[in-house]
T-cell receptor
Framework: EPEVTQTPSHQVTQMGQEVILRCVPI?????FYWYRQILGQKVEFLVS????????KSEIFDDQFSVERPDGSNFTLKIRSTKLEDSAMYFC??????????????FGPGTRLTVL | KNEVEQSPQNLTAQEGEFITINCSYS?????LHWLQQHPGGGIVSLFM???GKKKHGRLIATINIQEKHSSLHITASHPRDSAVYIC????????????FGKGTKLTVNP
């Protein structure tokens, strides 16, 4: 069964450093998402991406964040200058069509980001 | 006020018991999702529904649009059902995002 994959599974970085989290969505999917979950809290939407551009972003997704689909298979989330409060589990998801609210989203296993 | 409220927050059951987890929401939705989060953190989509009832194995999800309420039922619960169950909704407004509840932590003891 096709699945969303994410690398790395765990990333440790120093405050102020740039990190890139990588995702490979399911191959025929058209909509891509990033979510985050701070330890002990609920999952929060960060950004959605369709047709090579951001279709929606939350207030969390400020100028420190960016997303890219560099090569038609990978979908990346970059945090330019990490802060302690960026420590969280980051989930990538993808859906086939219709936008996330009308189609099942398939989640990756997550990347745990620890900022020291 | 949270747009999505789940109850209970924690639930402990004995193997074989019938489980019900509830979700209430305050916005107009296009669809409601039930998700399962394993102890390791991974998230699996269980159901997406916008009306009525869906069944998959021992899992049943129902939704009442008028009352803005959904339930997830697990029949003949098993220790491997132990996980966090999360309700999430997509807005009818056309927003792409899902809005998540805080989750219900289920522990099924043998």
């Amino acid at each position: 069964e096709p699945e969303v994959t994410q690398t790395p599974s765990h990333q440790v970085t120093q405050m102020g450093q740039e990190v890139i989290l990588r995702c490979v969505p399911i191959s025929n999917h058209l909509y891509f998402y990033w979510y985050r979950q701070i330890l002990g809290q609920k999952v929060e939407f960060l950004v959605s991406f369709y047709n090579n551009e951001i279709s929606e972003k939350s207030e969390i997704f400020d100028d420190q964040f960016s997303v890219e689909r560099p090569d038609g298979s990978n979908f990346t989330l970059k945090i330019r200058s990490t802060k302690l409060e960026d420590s969280a589990m980051y989930f990538c998801a993808s859906s086939e069509s219709g936008g996330g609210m009308r189609d099942t989203q398939y989640f990756g296993p997550g990347t745990r980001l620890t900022v020291l | 006020k949270n747009e999505v409220e789940q109850s209970p927050q924690n639930l402990t059951a004995q193997e074989g018991e019938f489980i019900t987890i509830n979700c209430s929401y305050s916005v107009g939705i296009s669809a409601l999702h039930w998700l399962q989060q394993h102890p390791g953190g991974g998230i699996v989509s269980l159901f997406m529904l916008s009306s009525g009832k869906k069944k998959h194995g021992r899992l049943i999800a129902t939704i009442n649009i008028q009352e803005k309420h959904s339930s997830l039922h697990i029949t003949a619960s098993h220790p491997r059902d132990s996980a966090v169950y999360i309700c999430a909704v997509g807005h009818r407004s056309g927003s792409e995002k899902l809005v998540f509840g805080k989750g219900t932590k289920l522990t099924v003891n043998p």
